[in-house]
């Protein structure tokens, strides 16, 4: 591994994301199928969320088997050796133990090459854990505490919802990143923006249900509020780091990624950032259809459907060539909470070639509900392709199995009934996952969970 000596010390250059590998159950149902299962009006789910598919899993799955299945799947494709792995960060909220680390779970995966020094734990706020994992990994490598081990970091969740409006929000899947230096994928210093608040838009309290409290139109003014708030701090920084007067969508980034509950909110989301331009350069003559919202207030705004529906139509190209090529994973998977910004990720990377990468910006804005946001950015500044390549991202999505609705909501009623349940042995049918998937065995007496492997090809 090379490293560079700066100032006399010796410190890792070029820090990112090395490798990425991600995970889904094998299993989708289908959002137009829903919306007549329903009997919801048609384009509710498919128009309205923006949402395709949607994944998910029976009882024979839980949060630490789909990051056993990940992590075990990224090192056998990168054929990367457990000894080299120095830190583990896990971030999700997909919990089944109010102790016990997902992480530690994983441990069983090192056992076999002897290594157990091995750093970090979970990471849980919403669909923040993951990014906090992401920095903590980089800050690692770039400290003086890094001892020239890689980082694996995983962003994980399922998402799962009451019958009724909501269900159709959820998904399910695991993301993992390799970090070092080196890397092809740099994040890049001086550029992030943060904004944390306390409220309650979307929460967890009840420990015997899998199913969140959510606040709908609090939990969307709160995405679009962090959104503003980022943004602005992003535009600042960019503006200082390059020397530019006037930052905007237009300069700021070459592609952009966003944590996307459903793809409906991300089309929003940029929208938010037209209009934050807006509000910087009012006489541009990109806005002259937006000059009625001169006397607008920040707070009228987060809810006024005209300045949305304005900025929706004025972003409209920029959403084409910028942002869409890496909302695949979330149209036909559905929303996995700590993986979303990172299945956008691993999307872009799929879709866009790597010489067209090459050089560019990824901007990247990562919500998590209660409420934590960032704003952040990688370069680009080597060969995405082999990434690319082990992803194969559009040929496993083709491979899944198709579900009918009447099927996926009695696996719904199983995993509800079983939730929590000890001495319990999983009824799901292993033919219904992936080769080499890790699978819940049994849970005992004393809610120990065994878990095995399916044969790989």
Known sequence: MTVYTTNGSTRPSDVGIQGIEVYFPRRYVDQAELEQFDGVSTGKYTIGLGQSKMAFSDDREDIASFCLTAVQSF???????????????????????????????????????????????????????????????????????????????????????????????????????????????????????????????????????????????????????????????????????????QASLENAADYMIFHSPYTKQVVKGLARMGYVDYTLQPDAPQFETAQAFREVSEEQSYTLKDIEKTFVGLTKSIYTKKVNPSLLAARDIGNSYCASLYFGLASLVSEVPSEQLAGRRIAAFSYGSGSAASMFSFRVKGSTAQMAKNLSLRDRLDSRTKVAPDAFDHIMSLRESTHQLRDYKPVGALESLFPGTYYLENIDSKFRREYKRVESN
């Not at 990471?123 to 890689?150: K, M, P, Q």
């Not at 550029?191 to 969307?220: A, N």
């Open 75 to 245: 090192m056998e494709k990168y054929q990367i050796d457990y000894k080299d792995i120095g830190r583990l960060e896990v971030g999700t909220e997909t919990i089944v133990d109010k102790s016990k680390s997902t992480k530690t779970v994983l441990m069983q995966l090192f056992r076999e090459s002897g290594n157990y020094a091995v750093e970090g734990v979970d990471t849980t706020n919403a669909c923040y854990g993951g990014t906090s994992a992401l920095f903590n990994a980089i800050h690692w490598v770039e400290s003086s505490h890094w001892d020239g081990r890689l980082a694996l970091v995983v962003a994980a969740d399922i998402a799962v919802y009451a019958k009724g409006n909501a269900r159709p929000s959820g998904g399910a899947g695991a993301v993992v990143m390799l970090v070092g230096p080196n890397a092809p994928l740099v994040m890049e210093a001086g550029l992030r923006s943060t904004y944390m608040d306390h409220l309650y838009d979307f929460y967890k309290p009840d420990l015997s249900s899998e199913f969140p409290e959510v606040d709908g139109p609090l939990s969307v003014v709160s995405y679009v509020k962090s959104v503003d708030a980022c943004y602005r701090g992003f535009l600042k920084n960019v503006e200082r780091v390059d020397g530019i007067k």
